[in-house]
């Protein structure tokens, strides 16, 4: 069963919207009912070329499940103000104004630009006390994707998908990243951000025995192996460097990797496009 709460606003439907004076506080949604052949969800998602990871590399130290891990919430912010800057300033470049977003694996923070108004803001995550603070959603659900990875959105609904600090816990990305290819329209931007902060234990072995220039390989990975996201764009930031800088290949990571170990938060961000990259006038 999918919880789906409204935030401030009317409750959301993932294939029709209910009437705006509505007044039901959330509803319950079976999955298997919304996936019937002719709802725009059962649509395919993009083709999973190949796996990235292996059983190993899936597998998490604490094998308690990720609902009951989250089932409190934790009002902190799990990275510095240095890494929330530069990561809004990215969305404010890459996220046009009246989009349609997914705050994919979110919590109580939201890093969109205060300034600019979106469409709608649909926000996903485990803990629906963190969500329902969270001020730029306008509905969220909450909904465990190591155990199901289905999205209850309609095909190319979207214009952005973005992932702050959370993608070293999925595993089964590649199925993630399908689904993410489905729900947006063609020209859809998907923004996946991290650092070198983690709840350990919940974090898969292919993350926790990596560098940030492994991590962000890996990344790359789960959208190449998707059939038709644009080729990966790596965006980082690390300690010392100044600006963000766009990594155009594998070379010059290891200039300032003992800037990690300063008391700022390095900043990765891996950005691919569905179907091609729209040209900006």
């Not at 629906?128 to 603070?133: P, S």
């Not at 990344?219 to 965006?235: R, S």
């Not at 170990?261 to 900043?267: E, N, V």
Request: charged share 20%; hydrophobic share 35%.
């Amino acid at each position: 069963m999918l919880t789906i709460h409204p935030n401030l606003k009317q409750p959301w439907h993932p294939t029709k919207p209910l009437p705006l004076k509505s007044k039901a506080p959330h509803f319950r949604i079976p999955i298997l009912n919304t996936l019937s052949e002719n709802n725009p969800i059962a649509q395919k998602s993009g083709r999973i070329k190949r796996q990235v990871l292996n059983p190993e590399g899936r597998t998490k130290l604490n094998p308690i499940s990720d609902r009951e891990f989250y089932a409190f919430p934790r009002f902190v912010t799990h990275v510095d103000n240095n890494f929330i800057s530069t990561l809004t300033e990215l969305y404010r470049e890459r996220l046009s104004p009246g989009s349609e977003v997914l705050d994919l694996m979110s919590s109580w923070v939201s890093h969109l630009p205060k300034e600019v108004e979106y469409k709608k803001v649909v926000g996903h995550g485990l803990n629906a006390q963190e969500l329902a603070k969270n001020p730029r959603l306008d509905y969220f659900f909450v909904k465990d994707l190591n155990q199901d990875q289905t999205l209850e959105l309609e095909s190319c609904s979207l214009d952005a998908v973005v992932c702050t600090v959370s993608v070293q816990y999925l595993q089964q990305p590649e199925k993630v990243f399908a689904e993410v290819f489905r729900v947006l329209r063609p020209g859809g931007v998907f923004i996946v951000s991290f650092s070198s902060r983690m709840f350990y234990e919940k974090a898969i072995a292919a993350w926790r025995e990596g560098t940030g220039y492994s991590r962000a390989q890996l990344v790359m990975q789960y959208f190449q192996c998707i059939e038709g996201f644009t080729q990966p764009e790596i965006v980082r930031k690390l300690p010392g460097t100044g600006g963000a800088k766009q990594e155009g290949g594998p070379f010059g990571w290891t200039v300032r990797l003992l800037g990690l170990m300063s008391g700022s938060d390095p900043f990765y961000a891996v950005i691919a496009y569905k179907n091609f990259k729209p040209v900006s006038e």
